[in-house]
């Protein structure tokens, strides 16, 4: 059986600017090339779309994409058997053409109760949807056992694992897909994992894990692990500009990746420098980006990373690094980071947008971390409660906001939450 593996498709990213179609053009041509290489079935491995709750734009994009498998010449597939999952959840139509199975991840992800994105693409019936769950499908007298866990908050990743515990099933293909970070995986402190790979479950043909953005694969002790990376960069990381946007095939217990074609070149450079002055540094600038090739159809990604010092009398504010950035706006689509940049006095130049900018943070993800950490600071610790609190507060509005935590402190934890950052 061949299978395809997508990697993060960040449907709907960047919507205010200039790359808001990227993330439809990279995961139709995702899509297209599964279909091209005559696949059996395509798994998604989480973040299918940038936020939790898309647009009708967005969402009537992502449909036109998944119905080109549906469309696509039928396989002829069949469910034989599922576990943790009601059958009655999934459309026939889910079966048609190439079918499609995914899990959800971070910014799929809704609070409980509630749909989120990628469940409502199974409810019209283009893709089967997993969480905590497994699906075994026939085709062509073959059998595949997809083991799909979507994303939990990632201390809480190590408990679910173990008490999901999923097992390759006998006679089939069995891969078990997932959405955490992996500690062997992380360059950074922003995240801090529970699982590392000797965690992963032992026996599947292939393991695979969405939510970080390049391409990796670690065949070791009997673990076939794959990283799917995503289709579209989000973060402009100096190992993106490495490593291509692929989509990844597997067959007869072996992979292959495929570029994709459509995909932006993305190019990372570092400027040292020492007490510079804003004349300076435009010109160490330009020098750089005129080392960096055009290309006729798509502008490429720049990110430029400032690192040293300037000079004593002047505050990163005299840089105007936004004017440098419109200045080639023509050229390249331009991002010049100063998180690496200090003032003379040893401050750091780097300010809060800067940050979640660099990490992709939504601000949906920095409301429920805001609203976590009142919760926490209120007696009360769960992420759940957390994003119902939230989507409470954007959705339902304040009074039922209210009465979601009047319900779980009571009457003096809620009044001292509603005056809170929380509540405003």
Known sequence: MKIAIIGDMHLGAFQ??????????????????????????????????????????????????????????????????????????????????????????NHDRRGKGLVNPVELMEKAGLLVHLNIAAAVLEINSEKATIHGMSYVPEKFAKEVLEKFNPKPIKDAT?????????????????????????????????????????????????LNFLLSGSTVSTQMRNIESERKKVIHIFENGKLRSIPLATQRPLYYETIDLREIEPDNLRKKVVETLNHIPQTANRKPLVRIVLRGTIKKGFEAADLNLHKIEEEF???????????????????????????????????????????????QASGYDGLDSAEEFFNLLVEGGQDAAYKFIKGKFGGSGAQGLRGSEVGQ
């Open 16 to 105: 205010a600017d200039e790359r808001r179609e990227d993330s439809f053009i990279q995961g139709k041509e995702a899509v297209e090339t599964a279909i091209r290489e005559n696949a059996d079935l395509i798994v998604l491995a989480g973040d299918v779309f940038d936020v939790r709750v898309p647009t009708q734009d967005v969402l009537a994009k992502a449909m036109a994409i998944f119905r080109l498998a549906a469309e696509a010449p039928s396989k002829n597939a069949k469910i034989v058997e599922l576990k943790g999952k009601d059958e009655k959840e999934i459309s026939r139509t889910a079966l048609s053409g190439v079918p499609i199975i995914a899990i959800h991840g």
């Open 174 to 222: 069995n891969i078990f897909v997932f959405h955490q970070s992996i500690g062997q995986f992380l360059f950074t402190d922003d995240e801090h994992p529970s699982l590392m790979l000797e965690d992963l479950p032992a026996g599947f043909d292939l393991v695979v894990d969405g939510h970080i953005h390049w391409s990796a694969e670690h065949n070791k002790n009997g």
């Open 329 to 375: 706006r023509d050229k390249f689509i331009l991002h010049i980071g100063r998180e690496k940049l200090l003032s003379k006095d040893g401050g750091e130049a780097k300010d809060v947008l800067e940050q979640l900018l660099s990490k992709h943070v939504s601000v949906e993800e920095r409301g429920i971390q805001i609203l976590q950490k009142n919760l």
